[in-house]
């Protein structure tokens, strides 16, 4: 069952979202994406796990430049796989409206040095409200030492409901501050 509290904070965070005009979701995206760069994170990685924003997601499309391979999610079935693509080679699939790759060396998750992880809420402490699919929690299964999110700063919020399947992230990059979140649950 569904926690309750989820389904309206999610409808909270997507408004606060949808309220961002363009040029302030571009200009938070790349100020997002370079405070995670700034943080050293992404020092000596190979793959990195991002995503392709759709909506008023935060856009982390500047990590193309880096020189990093990207590792894009596809849902196959219950679970993402990921594969070694660029932005340009995507095309819109789960639910018509996510871009995915279709094409691509496929990587195993384990393969993977960082997860770059869209959500709709975090915590400082690393708590993330995602849309419910459990997709994201499935494949940061023992992996969440590697994960982090970004974000607005309108995304930012105290306390978030959590439950056991949950999987937090170790680090929220949003354009303004850097939340380290490093004893978040695996």
Do not use: C
Request: charged share 30%.
């Amino acid at each position: 069952m569904k926690h309750p509290k989820k389904g309206v904070l999610r409808r909270r965070f997507n408004a606060a979202r949808a309220a961002l005009d363009h040029a302030t979701r571009q200009a938070g995206s790349a100020a997002a994406v370079q405070r995670l760069v700034e943080s050293g994170r992404l020092e000596g990685a190979a793959i990195v796990a991002s995503y392709a924003a759709f909506g008023e997601e935060l856009d982390p499309i500047t990590l193309e430049a880096l020189d990093v391979a990207i590792a894009y999610p596809r849902v196959d079935g219950e679970r993402l796989r990921f594969f070694v693509s660029r932005r340009a080679d995507l095309e819109l699939g789960t639910w018509n409206k996510i871009p995915e790759p279709i094409a691509g060396r496929e990587v195993d998750p384990a393969e993977i040095d960082l997860f770059v992880v869209p959500g709709l809420a975090f915590t400082p402490s690393g708590v993330r409200l995602g849309f419910g699919g459990g997709y994201y929690d499935r494949a940061l299964a023992g992996r969440a030492d590697r994960a982090v999110g970004i974000a607005f700063d309108e995304q930012i919020i105290d306390e978030l409901p959590r439950e056991p399947h949950d999987v937090g992230v170790r680090a929220v990059f949003t354009p303004t501050r850097t939340f380290l979140a490093e004893e978040a649950d695996p």
